[in-house]
């Protein structure tokens, strides 16, 4: 049987299991590719280092060198994170003649259309099935099953950490600082994990799948973005009580000649699969002109799920299938991404609104007259009683009053509530989210 030789560079939680991979089960990969994948090297910082893996003699180092300088390596999977030294060794590879392999989100989403048009300016490939959705093999299916159709939307729960607070707050009633707690004891939460819930690296994956499935180049950081970090659990319990979920979405879906993205906490209709995910999973739902509906759903990070899909994706690159996709990946016009503020302001979709409203007569009317004014149509409204009675002399007793939408657009909708905030019998800036039946 013919070889391949392989290298990796970053032995940590994810290269550790794609090296338990590649040597325990070198017989598995080897039936698949029809050749063996052999571990030539792997370069890590530290050689003193204990490991999660046992190595061959000669295979572990720190010389990045030892496989750039080594023409018999011809497939790469690249497993550090961060932006740099990232990048710079990336585009080291291509220029030595290597094909690469990454799980590192953060670089594609940054310097992803650079670092593409060099490989193919090189003729070498660039396979990331684990940059995305982890174990979930979402690249493969967007740029290779389903290149028959034209993809009409993509909605996504794309962020483990941030479902699992949602999914505490929503189930136990947990508070969110609490749920954040224990998601960082439980170690799906970093220490610092602004990037989880303020939308961050749901953004960037986002940037990763308009650039697949659209054809669209747009940066993460212009992509529309609100994380949970602001939610609060009152929204949750109100969505609960109307039949709803909330998830952090993102979404990209094709509206005339434009493509809407944007990251958002959504209602989600219970019952529906999205809303239905729970902990620290991932789910997308993919839409297609000729296919229909379909759902994927799995573990979006950890070691062996992310290991499965770099090994898959080293598979594929040894024996060629990467480099046809690749080469196709942009042979076609790609959709303007509708991300300025302008362009945003016309995306389509049903709104939850909620404000702090004085308890008197009069109040709605002018909530409702100010939707009016700007053609927003009411679906419904909930208000419950105040607690308790108070006397004519006490201040004001302000109520929550939650409005459901029909069809309407971002912009009104943003406008209504710019001006319902200026209202003296409002308290408070209005809450604002999409709604996804």
Same mark, same amino acid.
């Given at each position: 049987m013919?070889?391949?030789?392989?290298?990796i560079?970053?032995?940590?939680t994810?290269g550790?299991?794609?090296?338990?991979?590649?040597?325990d089960?070198?017989?598995?990969?080897?039936?698949?590719?029809g050749?063996?994948?052999?571990?030539e090297?792997?370069?890590?910082?530290?050689?003193?280092?204990?490991r999660?893996c046992?190595?061959?003699?000669?295979?572990?180092?720190?010389?990045?060198?030892?496989v750039?300088?080594?023409?018999q390596?011809? +497939?790469?999977?690249q497993?550090?994170?961060?932006?740099?030294p990232?990048?710079?060794?990336?585009?080291?590879?291509?220029e030595?003649g290597?094909d690469?392999?990454?799980?590192n989100?953060?670089l594609?989403?940054e310097h992803?259309?650079?670092?593409?048009?060099?490989?193919?300016?090189?003729g070498?490939s660039i396979?990331?099935?684990?940059s995305?959705a982890?174990?979930i093999?979402i690249?493969?299916?967007?740029?290779?099953?389903?290149?028959?159709?034209?993809?009409?939307?993509?909605?996504?729960?794309?962020?483990?950490?941030?479902?699992?607070?949602l999914?505490?707050?929503y189930?136990?009633?947990?508070?969110y600082?609490?749920?954040v707690a224990?998601?960082?004891q439980?170690g799906?939460?970093?220490?610092?994990p602004?990037m989880?819930?303020?939308?961050?690296?749901?953004?960037?994956?986002?940037?990763?799948?308009?650039?697949?499935?659209?054809?669209?180049?747009v940066h993460?950081?212009d992509?529309p973005? +609100?994380?949970i970090?602001?939610?609060d659990?009152?929204?949750?319990r109100?969505?609960?009580?109307?039949?709803y979920?909330i998830?952090?979405l993102a979404?990209?879906?094709l509206?005339g000649?434009g493509?809407?993205?944007y990251?958002?906490?959504?209602l989600?209709q219970s019952?529906?699969p999205?809303?239905?995910?729970g902990?620290a999973?991932?789910?997308?739902?993919?839409?297609?002109e000729a296919?229909?509906?379909?759902f994927?759903y799995?573990?979006?990070?950890?070691q062996?799920?992310?290991a499965?899909?770099v090994?898959?994706?080293?598979i594929?690159?040894a024996v060629g299938?990467?480099?046809?996709?690749?080469?196709?990946?942009?042979?076609w016009?790609g959709?303007?991404?509708? +991300?300025s503020?302008n362009?945003?302001a016309q995306?389509?979709g049903?709104?939850?609104?909620?404000?702090?409203?004085?308890d008197?007569p009069?109040?709605?009317?002018q909530?409702?007259?100010?939707l009016?004014?700007?053609?927003?149509?009411?679906?419904?409204i909930?208000q419950?009683?105040?607690p308790?009675?108070?006397?004519?002399?006490?201040?004001?007793?302000? +109520?929550?009053l939650?409005?459901m939408?029909?069809?309407t657009s971002?912009g009104?909708?943003?406008t209504a509530?710019e001006r319902?905030?200026?209202?003296?019998?409002?308290?408070?800036?209005a809450?604002?989210?999409?709604?996804?039946?």
């Open positions: 013919d070889t391949t030789k392989v290298a560079i970053g032995l940590g994810v550790s299991g794609v090296a338990h991979l590649l040597l089960h070198g017989d598995r990969t080897a039936r698949h590719a050749r063996t994948l052999w571990l090297k792997a370069v890590v910082q530290d050689l003193s280092k204990q999660g046992d190595l061959p003699e000669g295979v572990l180092t720190d010389r990045i060198e030892d750039i300088e080594d023409s390596i011809t +497939v790469v999977a497993l550090i994170g961060g932006l740099e990232a990048r710079t060794i990336m585009l080291q590879l291509l030595n290597k690469v392999v990454t799980a989100k953060a594609l989403a992803g259309p650079e670092l593409f048009d060099r490989a193919r300016e090189l070498r396979a990331f099935e684990a995305v982890g174990g093999p690249i493969a299916n967007i740029g290779q099953c389903l290149s028959a159709n034209q993809i009409e939307s993509i909605d996504g729960i794309l962020n483990g950490t941030s479902n699992f607070i999914s505490k707050m189930q136990e009633g947990v508070a600082a609490d749920a224990e998601a960082q439980l799906y939460a970093e220490a610092d602004t989880d819930v303020d939308g961050t690296d749901t953004a960037q994956k986002l940037a990763i799948l308009a650039h697949l499935g659209f054809g669209a180049r993460w950081q992509i973005c +609100v994380g970090d602001t939610l659990s009152t929204d949750v109100y969505a609960q009580e109307m039949g979920q998830k952090l979404v990209a879906r509206a000649d493509l809407d993205l990251v958002s906490p959504t989600v019952g529906r999205l809303a239905e995910v902990g999973y991932n789910a997308i739902r993919v839409v297609g296919f229909g509906n379909l994927f799995g573990q979006g990070a950890g062996m799920p992310t499965s899909a090994v898959a994706d080293m594929d690159t299938r990467t480099a046809l996709t690749f080469r196709t990946l942009e042979l016009s959709r303007k991404a509708r +991300v503020s362009d945003f995306a389509q049903r709104f939850y609104l909620r404000t702090e409203v004085e008197h009069g109040a709605l009317a909530i409702t007259h100010i009016g004014e700007n053609k927003i149509s009411i679906a419904s909930l419950h009683e105040p308790d009675q108070y006397s004519p002399g006490d201040l004001p007793r302000t +109520v929550p939650v409005i939408t029909h069809l971002e009104a909708t943003k509530c319902i905030d200026k209202l003296d019998c409002t308290c408070g800036p809450v604002r989210m999409w709604v996804r039946d």
